[in-house]
């Protein structure tokens, strides 16, 4: 199970946010949170038998994230969930759905 946690911006994402304009603290806070989600889901699959590895890793963009593990670990199968954008923000943000099925070896 990989969960990608995007720097946390300290602002709105703009075309002149520097890329160094991030908020640490949340970006831990995120990381946390997720750990702790992927944690209860390997539990459940554990519990059914499935051998589980949980990772949690920070990059900047998250279809490149995912494909780079994928291709590294070579894996077979990518299965999403959603974040739960929709129309404009899908629009502006793209989906990464999209791009992973766009650039999956598998």
């Not at 806070?29 to 459940?44: D, G, K, P, S």
């Not at 998250?62 to 299965?79: F, K, Q, S, T, Y």
């Not at 404009?88 to 070896?105: F, H, K, P, T, Y």
Request: with cysteine; glycine share 8%.
């Amino acid at each position: 199970l990989l969960h990608v946690v995007v720097p946390a911006a300290l602002g709105p994402a703009t075309p002149l946010t520097a890329a160094t304009d991030f908020d640490p603290e949340r970006t831990v806070r995120e990381q946390a949170e997720a750990r702790e989600q992927l944690a209860i889901v390997a539990r459940r699959l554990a519990a059914q038998g499935a051998a589980v590895e949980t990772e949690v890793v920070v990059a900047n963009q998250v279809a490149p994230a995912i494909l780079g593990r994928c291709r590294h670990e070579d894996h077979d199968l990518i299965a999403m969930t959603t974040a739960g954008r929709s129309g404009g923000q899908r629009l502006l943000v793209g989906s990464v759905a999209e791009a992973c099925v766009a650039g999956a070896e598998c």
